[in-house]
């Protein structure tokens, strides 16, 4: 290619289209690639720009969608020296060499093309593929958002079995697939326009004719057109995907409180239970305490009469030291919940 830059004596500035090849579009290159042109002295216009499109392809019977460049330079001279034209791809065989080739094919020696004939060329082979790319991922998106709005999200099988597609509506998919979409319809946007202006700059010097400018005019403002209709598009499912992700955040958030609820609910009903053995234990344990203490001395297992069962005439000890005792013991208890109860509602400083 180096040598190719040479013989020809091309800008470098064509070099980073050259050098942006070899891999897939990156994001940091998403607003790179709008037509330049430059004017040489012998009168000639050299044209250059690379914009990314979407490419379908097949897996497992569905269509999937992945995205390619394409690079072109243009050399037209003005003064009939000839004219050259560059069409760098990411792939051998593609469908843009399939359709120059039948243009070469059918072409005749005595018709002279237009100068911008291969350029709408270019443009008609690959930005028809965004229409099919964005009703794809519009789908894609709509699909989710309808799982996302049936799901019970209190079921985390259910939750984990569709959460490829949910993901689609979290904020980080704005940044990782939409945004880039806008910058590369942008960037290809600069170039229909800067054509436009080349067109009208043709049609001044009397490089091109009316019917020539009125054919190009006419392309340029379609494809404007369709442009920003898809960049309307891509702010839409944009403003969708952001519409169910803070839907589902809201949907998270309430799923999470209801459980916090239950969890509440659940300790209230535990620490019931605990008070209700609390207040059986305080008065059980001082009576069993008062048992053990004086128990020796209350009952009489051998009687006198003929050794029945008999009972202390001081049996009335018990009760006289159990009653006391258990009030004592509550009342201790009752004291000292309501003091922690007075000094967790008092407010802290500070708050």
Same mark, same amino acid.
């Given at each position: 290619?180096? !040598? ?56 497992? #019977?569905?269509?999937?969608?992945? !995205? ?16 050259? &034209? ?26 002279? =093309?237009? &100068?911008?004939?291969?350029?709408? +060329? ?56 939409? !945004?880039?979409? *806008? ?20 049609? *001044? /010097? ?9 054919? +190009? ?14 960049? /309307? ?69 051998? #009687? =006198? ?10 049996? &009335? ?15 201790? &208890? ?18």
């Amino acid at each position: 290619m180096q !040598k190719l830059i040479d013989a020809y004596n091309i800008d470098d500035s064509f070099f980073d289209h050259v050098v942006s090849f070899g891999d897939k579009p990156r994001t940091s290159d998403a607003g790179h690639g709008g037509m330049t042109v430059r004017e040489g002295e012998d009168g000639s216009f050299d044209m250059q720009y690379r914009f990314t499109y979407p490419e379908s392809y097949k897996v497992r #019977g569905s269509t999937k969608f992945t !995205k390619r460049q394409i690079s072109v330079f243009h050399r037209y001279s003005v003064s009939g020296a000839g004219t050259l &034209w560059i069409f760098l791809n990411a792939r051998p065989n593609s469908e843009l060499q399939s359709r120059l080739e039948k243009v070469l094919t059918i072409s005749r020696e005595d018709v002279t =093309p237009d &100068w911008f004939s291969l350029h709408l +060329l270019v443009f008609a082979t690959y930005l028809g593929n965004w229409r099919g790319s964005l009703q794809h991922l519009g789908e894609t998106i709509e699909e989710a958002a309808d799982i996302a709005l049936t799901m019970d999200l209190s079921e985390l099988k259910i939750v984990s079995e569709n959460e490829s597609l949910v993901r689609l509506l979290h904020p980080q998919y704005l940044g990782s697939t939409l !945004k880039p979409l *806008s910058s590369e319809l942008e960037t290809t946007l600069i170039t229909i326009r800067k054509l436009a202006v080349v067109n009208e700059q043709f049609l *001044s /010097k009397n490089i091109a004719t009316d019917t020539q400018h009125r054919k +190009l005019a006419n392309a340029t403002a379609y494809y404007t057109s369709t442009l920003e209709g898809h960049l /309307k598009s891509v702010d839409a499912l944009g403003q969708r995907v952001q519409d169910f992700s803070s839907f589902l955040a809201t949907a998270l958030t309430l799923n999470s409180q209801t459980r916090m609820l239950q969890l509440a609910d659940a300790s209230v009903e535990d620490n019931a239970n605990v008070f209700v053995v609390t207040i059986v234990s305080l008065f059980y344990l001082p009576a069993s305490f008062v048992a053990t203490f004086l128990g020796m001395n209350l009952f009489d297992f051998d #009687g =006198p009469d003929d050794g029945d069962f008999a009972t202390s005439k001081k049996f &009335w000890i018990f009760f006289a030291a159990t009653v006391p005792l258990t009030c004592l013991t509550v009342g201790f &208890w009752y004291i000292l919940t309501g003091r922690r109860e007075r000094a967790r509602k008092q407010p802290k400083p500070g708050s």
